[in-house]
């Protein structure tokens, strides 16, 4: 059974920066996409980046392209958000995810082609 486990959440004030971290266990991953969605208060959940786990191949949505960088360390089965220059609106429950893909499968932002999910760790950014 997959398992994801995430840390590194918090508060911070605005211009700084967090590290997420998500831990994988049940599965060898080199067949996964892994990737980050956020939810904010009141909110639905929404996509953040995605990594693919073979090539370390990157998406991002363009609300974060530039401040956030998605990366993994095969050997810790460990997926990573680096979070720089936050933003009071950055603030939200962070979700790690994974799913089952093929080689030529493309990287998805949609949380639908998600099969397994993380219980989520609070970001708060204050201004």
């Known amino acids: 059974q997959v398992r994801l486990v995430e840390f590194g959440g918090g508060a911070v004030q605005a211009g700084g920066s967090l590290r997420l971290s998500c831990a994988a266990s049940g599965r060898t991953f080199s067949n996964y996409h892994m990737a980050w969605f956020r939810r904010a208060p009141g909110l639905e959940r929404k996509f953040v980046a995605t990594i693919r786990w073979s090539t370390g191949s990157t998406y991002y949505a363009d609300s974060v392209k530039g401040r956030f960088t998605i990366s993994r360390d095969n050997a810790k089965n460990t997926v990573y958000l680096q979070m720089n220059s936050l933003k009071p609106e950055d603030t939200a429950i962070y979700y790690c995810?994974?799913?089952?893909?093929?080689?030529?499968?493309?990287?998805?932002?949609?949380?639908?082609?998600?099969?397994?999910w993380g219980q989520g760790t609070q970001v708060t950014v204050s201004s």
């Open positions: 995810a994974a799913r089952i893909a093929t080689m030529t499968s493309p990287l998805s932002p949609d949380e639908d082609e998600y099969d397994y």
